[in-house]
């Protein structure tokens, strides 16, 4: 069994709510640019909480902005 990665659709969900920024997001979820910065590039999985409260930011259902990808 391989290695799974959480996968987002973060970045393209933002671009797709009124051009939201970095920041913008990072305020309402109450975490850090930085938090968002590398969320967005997959360097770090946000906990289960704060991974639902991006999804309520967006309206979606926490599949819909997170999904599991499987590496080899």
């Known amino acids: 069994m391989g290695?799974?990665?959480i996968g987002n659709n973060v970045r393209k969900l933002r671009f797709n709510h009124n051009e939201m920024t970095q920041q913008q997001l990072a305020d309402q979820v109450g975490v850090?640019?930085?938090t968002i910065?590398?969320?967005e590039k997959g360097n770090y999985s946000?906990?289960?909480e704060l991974a639902f409260r991006i999804a309520r930011v967006f309206?979606?259902?926490l599949e819909d902005v997170f999904f599991l990808e499987d590496h080899q």
Request: aromatic fraction near 0%; glycine fraction near 6%; proline fraction near 13%.
């Open 46 to 48: 946000p906990s289960l």
């Open 3 to 5: 290695k799974s990665l």
């Open 59 to 61: 309206g979606l259902p």
């Open 37 to 39: 910065v590398t969320i």
């Open 32 to 34: 850090t640019r930085q």
